[in-house]
């Protein structure tokens, strides 16, 4: 069974299309919001679980909020109560709210963090002991371009850069259990984004093969970034240059400085696959106080 939020309109739409075509069981979640996340209407999710089984799959309509700890376990056990079970999550839902610095509000930030943020850890922890009781699970988290930064996108670009870290956590954790947990970064022309003239170049259908690739049981990879959109299907990375290594003396602002080139050089990087291992090889031109050798 998938569970795919934020699924009554554009990209969410397509994944649980493209899922319920592939023979998938899908809960349609979306509160049906408008896009800065206020109000609600139940007619989208039920129209998109009703294209589903008219096509001839199974679907189940979810209008939980998902921006709440409640919502979110209220529509993960709704899908367990009906099928028994959970493979695929996918946290889509989203809002937006432009503004910037000078203008965004504590309650813009609060909200893109509650939807984006916290909707996809409730779900996740939600769905968590029964993806560990069997073993096996396929979580999609998603990001966004976006949070490389506009200056009217601060508070989006906020939540988009802490589902990174929350997904990166999560798929260190789920390795022991049969969990896989990616990241996608859709590029596409929705209500949310806008739309222009030829649009169908930015079809939300287009951004779908990579986020049910990441759900298969054949995704060969966990805690990875992929943006998808436009036709382009791509891996984006997290990583950090070799550096400059100080020797000798205590390091002053002017050895910085003067190494300034050598630090940003990005000729040869790392790209770390966890936190221990970005540790390990930061920290590889240190010596063992007790043995003089170098740490490995």
Not at 187 to 208: I, K, N, Q, W
Request: hydrophobic fraction near 45%.
């Amino acid at each position: 069974m998938a569970i795919v939020t934020g699924a009554g309109r554009g990209i969410g739409r397509a994944y649980a299309r493209l899922l319920g075509e592939r023979g998938a069981t899908v809960v349609v979640n979306d509160l049906g919001s408008a896009i800065d996340g206020t109000g609600a209407d139940a007619a989208p999710a039920a129209a998109v679980a009703e294209e589903i089984i008219e096509a001839g799959g199974t679907a189940l309509a979810d209008t939980s909020d998902i921006a709440t700890v409640a919502g979110a376990e209220a529509l993960v056990g709704h899908g367990i109560d009906q099928y028994g079970r959970v493979d695929i999550l996918i946290n889509n839902a989203g809002i937006m709210r432009w503004a910037e610095l000078a203008d965004v509000t504590d309650d813009d930030l609060q909200q893109h963090l509650a939807v984006h943020v916290t909707g996809s850890f409730s779900t996740a922890r939600a769905a968590w002991p029964h993806m560990a009781g069997a073993n096996y699970g396929r979580i999609v988290m998603t990001t966004s371009a976006g949070m490389l930064g506009l200056p009217n996108n601060v508070a989006y670009a906020t939540a988009k850069g802490a589902v990174v870290g929350l997904a990166r956590s999560l798929a260190t954790a789920g390795r022991g259990h049969g969990i896989k947990v990616n990241l996608i970064a859709p590029a596409a022309f929705t209500r949310m984004a806008g739309s222009a003239p030829g649009s169908a170049d930015m079809a939300p259908e287009l951004v779908a093969p990579m986020a049910a690739y990441l759900a298969h049981e054949d995704c060969p990879v966990t805690g990875e970034m992929y943006t998808a959109g436009a036709g382009r299907y791509a891996r984006m990375f997290i990583a950090e240059t070799d550096g400059y290594v100080h020797d000798g003396s205590p390091p002053a602002i002017e050895d910085v400085a003067r190494r300034w080139e050598m630090i940003n050089d990005d000729t040869s990087f790392q790209i770390p696959a966890d936190l221990m291992a970005w540790s390990a090889k930061f920290t590889s031109h240190l010596s063992d106080d007790r043995t003089g050798t170098k740490q490995r």
